[in-house]
């Protein structure tokens, strides 16, 4: 069974702080992935990796970083959280496989930013 | 990348209708379509997909088509149910590792 574990369901922080959003999986997948979910706007997609210590820029990759020091780790970081990163915020990760590439979810943290 | 578009952002349907998703996209070397579907307060999870070398899959009530001339397939749900009603992603694959979304589709089943 497929685990994708992010390390906090809930999370409130103060503007100006820095934030660490971590994300685990089991599968040995090449690939994760990092979300933000916000109401009709969808699954916006802020960074992803390919590899270890790969990264490149989603859609809307401003205001964050992310690091990928082992496979199976990856990790969002805020800089400096501001009231407009307050949101739910979904790791995925999936093989390199062409015929599997199903994306597999974690629970999301629901950031809050005050 | 992709870029990918949805239609309609919502639907309401009553119980036993139909219901159809659009979404179109850009990359004419992609070769994956899936479906997600994310139900309140859970997390997305895959329900069905397709290749590029099939037209038309079936697992049951739901139904993916795909049409690559137009660049565009569509997720199809019969008979509805209240378990239906979910938010639901299409996310094309290109040849990059990019996995965008679409915007989602909000589908309401009315009893």
């Known amino acids: 069974d497929v685990k994708v574990t992010q390390s906090s369901r809930y999370l409130v922080k103060r503007t100006g702080e820095k934030v660490f959003l971590e994300c685990v999986q089991d599968m040995d997948h090449e690939n994760m992935f990092w979300y933000r979910q916000d109401p009709g706007l969808g699954l916006r997609l802020i960074y992803f990796s390919y590899d270890v210590k790969m990264k490149e820029k989603g859609d809307i990759p401003e205001g964050y970083s992310v690091s990928r020091e082992k496979k199976e780790r990856f990790s969002l970081i805020l800089e400096s959280a501001s009231t407009n990163q307050t949101s739910m915020y979904l790791c995925a990760s999936s093989p390199q496989d062409r015929l599997n590439t199903e994306a597999f979810f974690g629970q999301g943290t629901r950031l809050t930013v005050v | 990348g992709e870029n990918v578009e949805q239609h309609p952002s919502t639907l309401s349907v009553q119980e036993g209708d139909s219901a159809v998703i659009k979404c179109t996209y850009s990359d004419s070397a992609s070769n994956y379509f899936p479906w997600y579907k994310q139900e309140l307060g859970k997390r997305p999870q895959l329900i069905i997909d397709?290749?590029?070398?099939?037209g038309e899959k079936k697992d049951q009530r739901i139904a993916v088509t795909l049409n690559k001339t137009a660049k565009h397939f569509s997720l199809h749900i019969t008979e509805t149910q209240p378990e239906d009603s979910a938010v639901y992603f299409c996310a094309p694959r290109g040849n990059d590792y990019k996995l965008s979304f679409g915007a989602g589709t909000t589908v309401t089943v009315r009893a």
């Open positions: 397709i290749r590029s070398n099939v």
